[in-house]
């Protein structure tokens, strides 16, 4: 009991520390407290995104769609809550998004389930590309190339003050909302079953199990989470266009999941904390940032596979060795 | 002007099948998706515009140093870095997204913002029966591209380097029992598609400006044909390099360049949802 109680003893140990943090800023430094909050909600939306990507990655296909249900998310939000005033409250609106992305991902899912590997990876990120040209081309309701402006905040937020201080809480309360979900399914028996999917999905199916079952609904799942962040993050972002989520939005999630490593899942949030922090450090770097981001990639993929969670280990191996030549030179 | 929209859809189509016959060998034979083969386009290009414009070499001779140097840099990738993650799909993948990325980056600070552009020797219109009116330059583009491709066949079909890449596409292992040094036929193989893409690179900077990155484009485009032929089937990708030609040529000009686009990835879309082996696959 105690043990199977103590790592969410932890996470919401950090979930108070982090909801103490504005109080704290503001008292020690108020003119920085804007830019940290500005920072911590990327980060907080990025760690459910990195999230929902591991779900799926644990059936073992790779989406890099993802951008393109953050854009599905946004703009439902945004076409429903400021386009034409269809719904009056912005919560209701986020629940549109999600459930728009949900929807595209079902269809999507039922009909490409049977697809491995790199053509899976291929047939979503074609799909995120597909969607451009579509939000492009058409005003109504896309609003072409300027996309959408003036998405409210949801209402209720400024009880804490300022807006980003209400986005903040929001954002805190989406990434450990999405942190507990995904954390209960990967234990639970349908996590357990995508997890042996991914690992061999013809045993599963020898086991009497339908695969493609399971693999769609962790899809549309994933893909439902990831269409309200793209509804919060939208209306943090007060506009949406057809640049504002684009392929490397995808190609960061997947990098979360690359540099915080897979195994575990702890290492998606690792990485969406680095990358996200460092993606808001370098954004003034201009193309310098790219060569960044390449050596980043090939440095994670030769040097260290198993992601930033598995240095401890990789580290101690090292070090353990180094002491036993040491011993042996004694000896 | 139907004619005029097919010409230029079959020199569009000659280029496309350059990029994506050498992306296509890369996937056939080492199977592994190259993300950094715009990249490769566009190192191609700015070879071509350093050695023309600031060099003062003639076009065809810079051509030339093109097909020499772009081996070694291609093999001089696959060794350092492609080579020891084949094994790991995801690892190859991510690591051509990781070179595409740190190329461009680069290539951004070297080669500056500014937009280049090569002049082709040949110059003048040319009219073609049926009343289409070409540019020269546009017209040799395609065909230097469609004698690259047959002398591409040649090589592949003909010589002891092409039995040896399709041996290894065939079966690594079968390759290596037969006295095929595996790893040195994929980096043959790598080298080969990507001093093709950098060929293609050279004579589209006599046609339109280039900077930095210009690569993504073909490259989506390549992708595109690519899986319309059926990912590793090179005679497959040549068809569909021309379909997709005539698709830019016609949807571009009659319903714009958003339709296009939209047209390609949707085929992309069909065609894997119900034929992943592509339009000239077995099953």
Redesign the interface.
Known sequence: MNSKMAPYLKALAVMVALALLPPLVKFIAPDKWELTAHICIKILLNVGFGLCLWMMLQAGE?SLGQGGFITIGGYTTGILVAKYNLISVVWLGYLAGALAAAAIALLLGY??VH?K???F???TW??A??L???V??FEHPFGGSMGIINIPPPEGLTIFGETWTGYYYLALVYGFAVLWIVWRIAGSKVGLITKSIGQNDTLVTFCGLYVRKYKVMIFVLGCFITGIGGGIMTSYLTAISPETFTFFTS?DI?MFN?IGGMGTITGPIVGAVILSGLNEYLFAA?????????????FF??LL?GGMISLPAVLRKRFARKTKKQEVGLG | MFMQMAVTGLVLGSIYMLVASGLTLIYGIMHQ?NMAHGVFFMLGAMATYYATEVLGLPYFAALFAVVLVFPIIGAAFERG?FR??RH????G???T??????????G??VFGTEQKAVSFPITGLIKLPGGAVLPANKLWVGLIAIAIMAGVYLLVGRTSLGRQLRAVEQSPRAAELMGINADRAMAKGFALGVTLAALAGGLVSTLYSVDPSCGSTPM?KA??II?LGG?GNVTGSVIAAYILGFIDSFGGSLL?Y??G??MG??L??LI??FK?SGIMGDE
């Open positions: 790779l009909l490409i697809l590997r790199i053509f990876l291929l047939v074609s799909f590309e597909m451009h040209p579509v492009t081309s190609l997947i690359l201009g193309y310098w940032r790219m060569v960044v981001y390449g050596l980043i990639i090939i993929i030769t596979p | 998706v870095i020891n993650i790991i799909w995801l690892a993948y991510m690591a997204v990781g070179v595409w990325m740190l190329m461009e980056g680069l951004w600070q989506l992708f595109i899986i990912l714009g958003h339709a686009h939209f990835f949707g992309v879309i894997l949802i992943p």
